[in-house]
T-cell receptor, first 117, second 113 residues
């Protein structure tokens, strides 16, 4: 199957700093990328949907100024957690899909564990 | 919007037994139902999916059934093996090129050797 690479896998930062997480589709064009937050033993909570070249669509309750999403190319989307605080500590995971066709399969990144001290 | 309920949250079986995970959805317009497996520390991966034009789909030891009238769908794993141990997520979406799946809360399946 297709490969989605997410980086970094682990990041520890101080409160008040910003952290950028990258999501890359390595062997296909990702027309749509999704960003999720996953709490321990819980489901994938969709944060936002991003389409290449346009602004991300955020889910209700997700602060767009806090979680900046950029999908500048068909192979790269970034999530920047701005002014991170301990409550932002979580597992963030992206997924990507090529929408040229029906029911395109979602491919997930490895996830990024963010710890804010 | 769509709401997906998944049960049980934890399922413990003996190797060789069958395992069944059930999901219900709220939006009758949903027509695409994928299932994902997430092994510990790894990414979720699609294991099987079903569209609303069929009632059942099988792939070796796994099968999915769909009841559109009752708005529920189930994952069946037969002859379970320890390597089946993982968290399984169901999802429902209104399909097409730009579908956005809504995920269930996940089921932690433990297969005891």
């Amino acid at each position: 199957g297709a490969v989605v690479s997410q980086h970094p896998s682990w990041v520890i930062c101080k409160s008040g700093t910003s952290v950028k997480i990258e999501c890359r589709s390595l062997d296909f064009q990702a027309t749509t990328m999704f960003w999720y937050r996953q709490f321990p033993k819980q489901s994938l909570m969709l944060m936002a949907t991003s389409n290449e070249g346009s602004k991300a669509t955020y889910e209700q309750g997700v602060e767009k100024d806090k979680f900046l999403i950029n999908h500048a190319s068909l192979t790269l989307s970034t999530l920047t957690v701005t002014s991170a605080h301990p409550e932002d500590s979580s597992f963030y995971i992206c997924s990507a899909r090529n929408d040229r066709g029906m029911f395109g399969e979602l491919f997930f990144g490895e996830g990024s564990r963010l710890t804010v001290l | 919007g769509e709401n997906v309920e998944q049960h049980p949250s934890t399922l413990s079986v003996q190797e060789g037994d069958s395992a069944v995970i059930k999901c219900t959805y709220s939006d009758s317009a949903s027509n695409y139902f994928p299932w994902y497996k997430q092994e510990l520390g790894k990414r979720p991966q699609l294991i099987i999916d079903i569209r609303s034009n069929v009632g059942e789909k099988k792939d070796q030891r796994i099968a999915v059934t769909l009841n559109k009238t009752a708005k529920h769908f189930s994952l069946h794993i037969t002859e379970t093996q320890p390597e089946d141990s993982a968290v399984y997520f169901c999802a429902a979406s209104i399909g097409g090129g730009s579908y956005i799946p809504t995920f269930g809360r996940g089921t932690s399946l433990i297969v005891h050797p």
